[in-house]
Each structure stands twice: as C-alpha cells, then as structure tokens.
C-alpha cells in the first residue's frame, strides 16, 4: 500500500518568515495530493490541493508543488501569520481498484508554531 | 448548511464493553469515511462508503470493528470488546462522490478512552 513520510514533526518560524513541509510517497500510482490544517480541537480542513497532472499550485500565501519523479511534494506558506499555526497534515490518494474506492494516506503531520 | 456530525464527542468506556460511534455526513454527499486519529499521528483510514456499492472495508484494524451504513446517510462505526489501544479520536468525513478530487468534509470527531 501507499506510505506517505511527512517532515519535519514540528516547525517553528518567527512570524513573516516562510514555512515549508516535505511529504513523499511511495505508490507511483498516486495522483491527488491534498494538504489539511487542523487547528488544536478543532476538524481537519483543507487548505490546498493537487493533481498529478500539475507540478505547483498557488492560493494566496500557500503554494505546493509536487515532483513526481522524485515522489514527493511540498507546502509553502509565506509571510506566515499567528492564525497559521497548526497541524498540517499532506495526504496521497491512490486507487484500491480491488474494492473500486480511493483511500487518502496521510503523513503524521507538522505542529507549526508562529512566534509573533 | 450544516456540516457532518458526530455523536458522542466523548466516550470513555471500560476495556471489553463494546461502543457505537455515529456520524451524520453532509446532506447529498454519497461518499463516508472514517479515519481514526491517535495521539501524535496522522488520520489513520478504516472504512469507506460510496452510495449503494460495498464497503471498502480494508484498514479495519481488525474484526472487532465494523461499520454500516443505513439507506445512504447516517454511519455507525462499532467496535467490539474495546481495549487500550483503540483509545483514539475517530473521525468521520464525506465528499460529494468517490473521486479522489471532491474535497473531504470532517466531522469534530469522536474522542473514544478505553480505561
């Protein structure tokens, strides 16, 4: 099955400074790479996505780009704010052709601090 | 309107009792999952409903746990004869269908303590 790595375990960057969050895979299969933020209690949410069809995609301050001949993928906030801190969580969907469903797979997540 | 619900939020039960964990996803959406989230660690997935198709029941951790589905909507996760280690928060989220592009919606989450 899929494993997906995700580093590192907890980030701490002054707020304005950028932040980044490496994931890889290992199924060649995969093509749909979601980031999720959870906020401490609260559900996850997602906050950017991407296909394997695309290499880098940009909302706002948060951007990932994805290699797919290396397997792996990356989040990068810039100018990062207080409200940015949180869990964020990389995923990699594949299918299970056998059961006809699409699982996500997700790294262990990165505890991000933003000191003001 | 309203997003996927859980119930209960918290559940602590003694070691062996068994427990119903119930999730009400967005109304419309045809696919439910359930993810259980321990201490530290990512979304583990467990099972997976799309409409009327058979469950993809493959990250069952084991046969202790089950999960149903009733006329398309509400979901019931059970787990059998609990212990320790399934101490963890159970999440259930839905998306539109069951292509891997339609966004998860998460429910807040069951937090289960197996004392």
């Known amino acids: 099955g899929e494993n997906v790595e995700q580093h590192p375990s907890t980030l701490s960057v002054q707020e304005g400074d950028s932040a980044v969050i490496k994931c890889t895979y290992s199924d060649s299969a995969s093509n749909y790479f979601p980031w999720y933020k959870q906020e401490l209690g609260k559900r996850p949410q997602l906050i950017i996505d991407i296909r394997s069809n695309v290499g880098e995609k940009k909302d706002q301050r948060i951007a990932v780009t994805l290699n797919k001949t290396a397997k792996h993928f990356s989040l990068h906030i810039t100018e990062t704010q207080p409200e940015d801190s949180a869990v964020y969580f990389c995923?990699?969907?594949?299918?299970?052709?056998?059961?006809?469903?699409?699982?996500?797979?997700f790294g262990k997540g990165t505890k991000l601090s933003v000191i003001p | 309107g309203a997003g996927v619900s859980q119930s209960p939020s918290n559940k602590v039960t003694e070691k062996g009792k068994d427990v119903e964990l119930r999730c009400d996803p967005i109304s419309g959406h045809t696919a439910l999952y359930w993810y259980r989230q321990s201490l530290g660690q990512g979304l583990e997935f467990l099972i997976y409903?799309?409409?009327?198709?058979?469950?993809?029941k493959s990250g069952l951790p084991s046969d202790r746990f089950s999960a149903e589905r009733t006329g398309g909507s509400v979901s019931t996760l059970t787990i059998q004869r609990t212990q320790q280690e399934d101490s963890a928060v159970y999440l259930c989220?839905?998306?539109?269908?069951?292509?891997?592009?339609?966004?998860?919606?998460f429910g807040p989450g069951t937090r289960l303590t197996v004392l």
């Open positions: 409903f799309q409409g009327n198709s058979a469950p993809d």
């Open positions: 989220a839905s998306s539109l269908s069951g292509s891997p592009y339609n966004e998860q919606f």
């Open positions: 995923a990699a969907s594949m299918s299970n052709s056998g059961a006809g469903s699409y699982q996500l797979t």
